[in-house]
């Protein structure tokens, strides 16, 4: 049986042995009640990491994205938001769903928003044609524009132009950490002009579950109602919550490792004749590679590479993507760019 080296995303990565016996030895209580202190901790542990007031356990960054959409819209408002977005593109259209919210797109270029951009989208309030303007989304690091890492400066110019109008700034951060990694800066810095963050517990920092949202204590205690709202109301969470808080006490700086591993990737397989990767965009774990120019698609590819023991991830058309996480060594990324080369050069 073939050996997989698994980089569809960083998903995909196990709890560290420090998370299972964290996890065992979790005291809990009914969180719904707010009676469960390994939560509770987290929680305060995740507010101070990012420079806010109060914070809220999640299942999911998708759960997070949407409370957040929902506490901070009403039915009939709308979100300004990146084209290239993951709450356009991957979270079912929640927000439209089941928050009765439009959503407005923007190009995204390399991942930021161009704050011009921003401007130009804002609905008059005075006209009754139109829906209120309620909240401009970022994302950092961008997943569809290659894992690029925000900037404090361009996040601060969105948020600039948001607050002028009387408008919040929820951040995606899934990956911040990662951002804060790349671009070396504290992830209070990524996070200081938003008025609500999400950061995801379950992708590089290897949680087995969930994700917090983050913001002033009046937000969260409003947010709160809207997970309850959702289907997030937790019981003995705090199992999971133990190993949440091993990911933002352990395994933040290793994601310098990940990045690096993406570094050798991305270099390693660029100069396959007809392969074209943007190594530019290559600041994370993240590299995108498409494959447009090569007489294999992506989908043939993928395939191919399976059958060698490579798992990657369709990312649309002819690319194909690969993420490097915990549990990904130096040598498996040096495979996966020998087995690409032999795939396409054959």
Not at 109 to 123: M, N, Q
Not at 207 to 218: K, R
Not at 271 to 283: C, H
Request: hydrophobic share 45%; aromatic share 4%.
């Amino acid at each position: 049986m073939v050996a997989l080296i698994d980089l569809r995303s960083d998903t995909v990565t196990h709890p560290t042995p420090a998370m299972r016996e964290a996890m065992y030895r979790a005291e809990v209580g009914d969180d719904v009640y707010g009676e469960d202190p390994t939560v509770d901790r987290l929680q305060r542990l995740a507010a101070e990491k990012l420079g806010k007031e109060a914070a809220l356990f999640t299942t999911s960054g998708t759960q997070s994205n949407l409370v957040a959409a929902l506490t901070h819209c009403g039915r009939g408002d709308e979100i300004i938001a990146g084209d290239q977005a993951h709450i356009v593109h991957y979270e079912v259209g929640g927000v439209s769903a089941l928050g009765g919210i439009m959503v407005r797109t923007i190009p995204n270029g390399s991942g930021a928003l161009d704050p011009i951009d921003v401007e130009a989208a804002l609905r008059d309030p005075t006209n009754v044609h139109y829906p209120i303007s309620r909240l401009v989304c970022l994302e950092n690091t961008h997943n569809r524009c290659g894992g690029v890492a925000l900037t404090p400066g361009e996040t601060q110019a969105v948020a600039d132009v948001a607050h002028k109008h009387g408008l919040k700034l929820h951040l995606d951060g899934a990956r911040l950490f990662n951002a804060a990694v790349a671009l070396g800066v504290d992830a209070r810095t990524l996070a200081d002009h938003c008025d609500s963050v999400n950061i995801c517990l379950s992708k590089g920092l290897c949680a087995p579950v969930g994700s917090v949202l983050v913001g002033s204590a009046e937000f969260i205690t409003r947010a709160r109602r809207i997970r309850k709202m959702v289907g997030g109301g937790m019981r003995q969470v705090g199992v999971l919550a133990a190993a949440g808080i091993v990911a933002l006490e352990q395994m933040v700086d290793r994601l310098a490792e990940d990045h690096a591993n993406a570094r050798v990737l991305a270099e390693g397989i660029a100069d396959i004749p007809g392969l074209n990767v943007e190594l530019k965009a290559v600041q994370t774990n993240i590299v995108v590679a498409d494959l447009a120019r090569t007489d294999v698609s992506a989908v043939e590819f993928i395939a191919r590479a399976k059958g060698r023991g490579i798992k990657v991830s369709p990312f649309g058309g002819s690319k194909v993507r690969f993420v490097t996480h915990y549990g990904i060594s130096r040598e498996d990324v040096e495979t996966a760019c020998r087995v690409a080369k032999e795939l396409l050069t054959a």
